[in-house]
């Protein structure tokens, strides 16, 4: 069955679906374009609020118009198995662009790019949309220096950072192997300066997040080499950051594209939440008895006050300078 999950995530797949499409028309001289999931999740998604469903990254991609020509989805166990056979049923069985590749991504990785390695020159997309910590930094690696061409641009990389999931984890019941889980992630141990600053009080619950998130792209920029990286938080009803969405490319045109999704996307948010809002309380409503005035899909009314501050992106900044970044941290 589709999992439920909220407008942030509708959001987020909402710029993916347009940016897939303008990706491959600037690619579309290009044989081959390549799109990589690595943590795929199932083919449907179902909009909590309202019941809608919408489609998940998988068919989001196999969908993409202009096509792309390599497909590939990884995913654990019983998650992989139904992933492969709900794409067997929608889509023509010698349809031999895409494979579901099972078990742990950083572990089927070097197996799958070397499937690809033909097509390396390709114009590569990866998808990483992980809970928490599970993708490795080894793993990230590998994926941005598999596109090997003349402009020596990397494969372009959109991947969650959910820096909120991580403070949870370093505090809960398995702690021991969750440190070691976000330290596979950066490379390192610099986060837990972060972490622990955070512990001290020397920063704040948004300072925190944005560190850990500013951490990442600092790496992408500098330690891979990519020129742009960009960071959108996607906010719950209270205006807190649930999770981030950072990009990577070495493309001025991917650069331009990300910044007008990105900006579409936070011009929608405010509208999303309210709607999001008013379905909850006619459902609350109803749960108690009363006759609901209106049908859910007439709460949908446009607010002309909505949206009115767009997403800006900002650079990133040396965490290195601060009073706060001592000496690391043993936990």
Request: hydrophobic share 40%; proline share 6%; with cysteine.
């Amino acid at each position: 069955m589709p999992r439920p999950w909220s407008y942030w995530t509708r959001n987020k797949l909402e710029i993916l679906t347009g940016y897939l499409e303008a990706f491959n028309s600037a690619a579309q001289r290009s044989p081959h374009r390549i799109y990589l999931d690595l943590m795929a999740g199932q083919p449907e998604n179902v909009y909590r609020d309202t019941g809608d469903r919408f489609d998940g990254s998988p068919l989001i991609a196999m969908k993409t118009n202009p096509p792309f020509t390599r497909l590939r989805f990884c995913e654990l166990g019983p998650v992989a198995t139904s992933l492969e056979a709900a794409l067997r049923t929608q889509f023509p069985r010698d349809d031999d662009r895409y494979r579901v590749i099972h078990g742990d991504c950083n572990v089927t990785i070097d197996a799958t790019l070397a499937q690809l390695a033909p097509f390396r020159r390709a114009p590569t997309f990866a998808f990483i949309d992980q809970q928490a910590a599970e993708v490795h930094w080894e793993t990230i690696e590998k994926v941005a220096a598999f596109r090997q061409n003349p402009e020596n641009r990397k494969t372009e990389i959109w991947m969650l950072m959910s820096p909120t999931m991580i403070a949870r984890g370093v505090r809960g019941t398995n702690a021991e192997a969750f440190i070691e889980r976000v330290t596979r992630l950066y490379g390192d141990d610099d986060w837990k300066r972060i972490q622990a600053a955070l512990w001290r009080r020397d920063i704040t619950a948004p300072e925190y997040r944005a560190e850990m998130v500013n951490l990442m792209q600092i790496k992408l920029e500098y330690e891979l080499g990519y020129k742009y990286s960009h960071r959108i938080p996607m906010q719950m009803h209270n205006k807190v950051t649930i999770f981030d969405m950072v990009f990577a490319s070495d493309h001025d045109a991917g650069d331009r594209i990300m910044r007008h999704l990105y900006n579409r996307a936070a011009r929608l948010e405010p509208e999303m939440m309210r709607q999001a809002k008013s379905v909850k309380r006619q459902k609350e409503s109803e749960a108690r008895g009363e006759m609901g005035l209106f049908d859910a899909s007439e709460l949908a009314v446009d607010d002309p006050n909505a949206g009115q501050v767009l997403w800006e992106p900002t650079p990133t900044w040396n965490p290195h300078t601060a009073d706060w970044w001592i000496e690391e941290q043993d936990f």
